[in-house]
């Protein structure tokens, strides 16, 4: 079937994490969509054997294992390290090709690949020259213009001879900063509406409504959609609602003098919750004495990034702005630089128990200096934890979102610690559309989506969005 030929998933093609897909616009010349890294359950059995990569470190798994004979270009669809990670194997491998991507995605890329490299313990020479490298191949793109494939166009053209015979387009995808999906258009092949043919990739998608960002770009039409399915059986809580529900939260610190923390991701999750956090403050006088602590020092410089890039904010964090309002860097938000001041906050907050916000990574509580948070104060009552986003099975989060409401202990370096604060969940701040805004997705179309193909989602995931999509009788093609 053509359709298998024409993309191959060498990542996220089953699972949700390692997203890479190759386009082949001619049996010679693809692109390739992403080069993630595999995460979790996916690193297991991925990728394997003497891949192209081995031996720049990165661990097992995250090797390039394909041939690159065929590539002529990257695109990126945001710099998530499931869509990023392996572009240092990538370039160790020999690629050398343009990397396309939005300018946020770009000014959002060295910190992301920084950090993965350091993980993946690569050598800092190795570090080095890949950001070098990567510098020299990227192609900060507009959102919403056209780049165009030429045949053989000379240097000052501005065609890209690797893109041939199809031209190239990113839409927002509302997902994090600088998110976009990316459509492929074929410069002489017309589908069965007269139309040119698309092929597009979704990247992964955001909500509507999500804080600083403006909502994904609908789709205009697709031949053949690939279509992420993170939340393909699920619906999402509304904004409104969590925020109820964080407000009820700061409202009991309040009360109690206790702290709020909230183990977050540096990237998109920890800016959407500042964002709604002052917002909450400055909508209540008696609010504006509440500490918010940001302890993070990667999570700082996204957040200094995200700040950096306002244009690219929606219009109600314009207005905030316009309205002398500073919704990331507000003045009851204290950003922590070094690990002594870390310690020292850590012990008047157990010491004093004073109420207060403190936003810090590990998202799942796995590293990072939530865990000395949570070693000094999980044992206190007056504590509220509250969980923003997924929390993998056989992570400290995970013990104390299931063990905590039971009174039970969550180990943290080897030692048990009881848990005796309120432990939440706020769904929704994870930044990728559920069932319902993915079937949108498809409905708004000018002419019905022709194929799908789901990606980036666990098997049950993808079933009941492949029924749905059936049941609605929203494409032509087949789902699979
Ligand atoms: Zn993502
Ligand atoms: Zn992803």
Not at 128 to 143: I, S
Not at 410 to 418: A, E, F, I, K, T
Not at 423 to 431: D, K, P, R
Request: aromatic share 8%.
């Amino acid at each position: 079937m053509q359709q298998n030929k024409e993309v191959i998933h060498h990542g996220a093609g089953e699972g949700v994490t390692g997203s890479c897909h190759e386009f082949f616009m001619s049996p010679e010349r693809s692109v390739l969509i992403d080069c993630g890294m595999f995460q979790g359950p996916d690193a297991f059995g991925a990728g394997g054997g003497a891949g192209a990569g081995a031996g720049a470190g990165g661990g097992a798994g995250q090797d390039i294992n394909f041939s690159l004979d065929a590539v002529q270009a990257l695109v990126l669809t945001h710099c998530h390290i499931d869509h990023v990670g392996r572009l240092p194997a990538l370039l160790a491998a020999g690629f050398r090709g343009p990397i396309y991507c939005t300018p946020g995605t770009a000014a959002l890329l060295a910190l992301v690949l920084e950090d993965a490299m350091k993980v993946a313990n690569y050598s800092a020479a190795f570090a080095t020259t890949v950001l070098k490298r990567v510098q020299a191949q990227l192609h900060a793109t507009p959102l919403d213009v056209w780049v165009e494939g030429g045949a053989d166009p000379g240097p000052d053209q501005g065609a890209d001879p690797g893109l041939h015979p199809f031209r190239m387009r990113l839409r927002n995808a509302g997902h994090i900063m600088g998110s976009a999906y990316v459509e492929f258009e074929s410069l002489n092949e017309r589908d069965s509406n007269g139309r040119p043919r698309r092929v597009v990739f979704s990247g992964d998608l955001g909500c509507k409504g999500t804080p600083l960002l403006p909502d994904p770009t609908p789709l205009e039409y697709a031949d053949y959609l690939i279509l992420e399915s993170t939340y393909g059986d699920r619906l999402h809580e509304s904004r409104a609602s969590r925020r109820f529900r964080l407000k009820a939260v700061i409202e009991k610190a309040f009360v109690d003098r206790g702290a709020v923390l909230i183990p977050a991701f540096s990237i998109g999750r920890t800016q959407e919750l500042l964002y709604e956090i002052e917002d909450l403050i400055h909508e209540d006088p008696k609010w504006r004495k509440m500490t918010v602590i940001l302890d993070s020092p990667l999570a700082s410089a996204y957040t200094k990034q995200y700040r950096r890039l306002k244009a690219l904010w929606d219009e109600e964090a314009r207005q905030r702005l316009a309205d002398d309002r500073h919704p990331l860097n507000f003045e009851r938000l204290h950003v922590v630089e070094s690990h002594h001041e870390h310690q020292q906050i850590v012990e008047l907050l157990e010491a004093r128990g004073e109420p207060a916000i403190v936003i810090a990574a590990s998202g799942m509580c796995s590293g990072g200096r939530i865990v000395n948070y949570l070693k000094a104060l999980i044992g206190d009552e007056r504590t509220d934890v509250v969980f923003v986003g997924y929390q993998a099975v056989s992570t400290p989060g995970r013990q104390i979102q299931e063990y905590g409401p039971r009174g039970g202990y969550v180990v943290l370096d080897h030692q048990r610690y009881p848990i005796r604060a309120q432990i939440h969940t706020l769904g929704g701040y994870s930044a990728h559309a559920d069932q319902r805004e993915l079937l949108e997705f498809l409905h708004t179309t000018v002419a019905p989506v022709g194929n799908v193909r789901l990606v980036h989602g666990e098997a049950n995931a993808k079933a009941a969005l492949a029924t749905a999509i059936r049941n609605a009788n929203l494409i032509t093609g087949t789902v699979m």
